[in-house]
């Protein structure tokens, strides 16, 4: 069964700090991989997914993360973060051809002001 | 476009009393279907989901069971509460290799 691994439970940052969160899955084959984000007292979004092509994904609100194959990994990038970004969230992991998605236990991101 | 209902948005329930959380989906047709339950720490772990009427796939064994008694219609309940069923309940709904998209959830008390 795939895991999925999310590293740090909680990070603090300053604002226009820099950040990465780290996830790690176990499956080896092919994979979708997604980040979501749950702002406080909202629902579960997308920030962004990979299927294929570009290892480097672009999502909303100045969101990047990289798929690096070899290391099992899919960690999230922001340059600069704001006070905005304060949220929790969430690595997920979907093996190609299943319909189920599996979730890290996901990371409470707060930035001070 | 595609809109997902869940309700309600809180309920609190005395051990021993039955459960029924309703999600609805609109705009699509014969989405996947999931119920997962988030805890603090704990992430979102996968509890049922479904790819069609009558189609119900458990993953993990407990006091809960799923029904599709329609195509965009997702019953998640349970003969008798237990105080460990407290928690956050969350419908979503894909299809196929799309992205889940999510309803604003279902805050349980059990008392």
């Known amino acids: 069964a795939q895991s999925v691994s999310q590293h740090n439970h909680h990070v603090i940052l300053s604002e226009a700090a820099s950040l990465e969160l780290g996830c790690n899955y176990s499956?080896?084959?092919?994979?979708?991989l997604f980040w979501y984000v749950q702002y406080p007292g909202q629902h579960l979004q997308l920030l962004l997914k990979y299927f294929s092509g570009d290892p480097l994904v672009k999502g909303i609100k100045g969101f990047e993360a990289e798929f690096i194959k070899s290391k099992f990994s899919f960690n999230l990038r922001k340059p600069s973060v704001q006070w905005s970004d304060t949220a929790e969230y969430f690595c997920?992991?979907?093996?190609?051809?299943?319909?189920?998605?599996?979730f890290g236990k996901g990371t409470m991101l707060l930035v001070s002001p | 476009s595609q809109t997902i209902h869940q309700w309600p948005a809180t309920l609190v329930q005395p051990v021993g009393s039955p459960l029924s959380l309703e999600c609805t989906v609109e705009g699509t047709s014969n989405p996947n279907l999931y119920w997962y339950r988030q805890a603090a720490g704990r992430g979102l772990q996968l509890l049922f989901y479904?790819?069609?009427?009558?189609?119900i796939s458990s993953e993990v064994p407990q006091n809960l069971s799923a029904s599709r008694p329609q195509d965009r219609q997702f019953i998640l309940s349970s003969k008798k509460l237990l105080l460990s069923d407290s928690g956050f309940y969350l419908c979503a709904w894909s299809q196929g290799n799309s992205p889940l998209h999510f309803g604003n959830g279902t805050r349980l008390t059990v008392t």
């Open positions: 499956y080896g084959g092919t994979v979708n």
């Open positions: 479904s790819v069609g009427i009558g189609q």
């Open positions: 997920a992991v979907k093996d190609s051809g299943y319909s189920t998605l599996t």
